[in-house]
């Protein structure tokens, strides 16, 4: 069970990267007679740009989010257990 959902994911981000990939320019030379022309065509992106950015966008955020929980539940969660700590500021008189 748990190698059929990772392998639904990694497809899943396999087709979403192929979706980033730069345009694809294919040549293919037609004969035609005694000449030899070649064509040029040209594959746009599979979705448009402001699509891309987005999707990256949220991403960062999604990332952003997932490490600061992580951090906060490890780091200052963690410092408030109760004990003392060994630093104490130095008491100052008043004059």
Known sequence: ???????VYLVIGFLILGCFINQ???RRKILR????????YYRGLAI??????ILS???MLAAGGGLYVTLK????????D??????????????
Request: charged share 20%; proline share 4%.
């Open 1 to 7: 069970m748990f190698k059929k959902n990772l392998l």
């Open 24 to 26: 694809v320019e294919a």
């Open 33 to 40: 007679g005694r000449k030899t022309i070649t064509r040029q």
């Open 48 to 53: 448009p740009a402001w699509s891309i950015v």
């Open 57 to 59: 966008g949220l991403a």
């Open 73 to 80: 539940k490890i780091v200052v969660d963690s410092s408030d």
């Open 82 to 95: 109760g004990t003392t700590n060994s630093y104490h500021p130095a008491i100052q008189d008043d004059v």
